[in-house]
């Protein structure tokens, strides 16, 4: 996919995230995603209220509700970092743990630096002035399942041997509104599509009799009226090592 070019700003400082509620509406059956065989991209973006280099940045990642290569051939996922909250405003969906989990790719080689807005694609810093790379190869079948009570559980039928691995999903909000009032974005309003709202993860065990390497948790919820639009996403990874090796998602309400 080629995309436009827009001014990506750099910035520093620091946030928190409120965990919300959401789960599947009472009496109905588990929301289930699979992923099939070929590789799907984890399109990740780290972003802030704080930072007015943000937006274009947000506005790209928020258009991706039209293409048709979503939740076929990539899961877009949007952290709000917390560092720029000492600007003047204070990002209500911002959490330090998205914050750790820049510099964690920092740490492992897959950023050059820490800043906002930022790309990673697959687990590797990516410039949006060049065409977003193509997944290659087949790595298994990912699928992710939410029950009503907020169950998640994740299976990776995998197409090789595989040693520790690590399941993650997250609830995704969007149709989200900010009128910012401080800070570098004073006086104008945000909206925000794929935003982080709950992450959790867990090591996958697995399955003599299936095959399947699968984990289950709970997931914090999100509250419905909050995000007008939500989705679950998930991804699979190896060890210590946050780059993915096969992402899942889909909408969960528009």
Known sequence: MN??????????AVLLLAYFALAPARGTEP????????RVSLIELYTSEGCSSCPP?????GALRGSAGLWREFVPISFHVDYWNGQGWR???SSPAFTQRQYAYAREGGLGSIYTPCFVVDGREWQPRTALP???????????ELSEAGICRVAFVAARKWAHLQAHAA??????WSQVTGGENSGRTLRHEFVAMALA????????????FTAEFALAKLNQADAP???LAAWVTQGDDHAPLQAVGGWISR
């Not at 929301?31 to 070929?38: D, L």
């Not at 609830?171 to 989200?176: A, E, I, R, T, V």
């Not at 993860?201 to 399947?212: K, T």
């Open 57 to 61: 940045a947000e506005r790209w990642l």
């Open 134 to 144: 193509k997944p290659e190869g087949k790595p298994g079948v990912l699928t992710v």
């Open 229 to 231: 639009t939500r989705a």
């Open 3 to 12: 995309v436009g070019h827009f001014g990506l700003g750099r910035g520093g």
């Open 91 to 93: 990002d209500r969906l």
């Open 171 to 176: 609830l995704l909000g969007g149709g989200l």
């Open 201 to 212: 993860e867990r090591r996958l065990a697995l399955e003599a009799a299936s095959g399947e």
């Open 31 to 38: 929301v289930r995603f699979s992923s099939g065989t070929a």
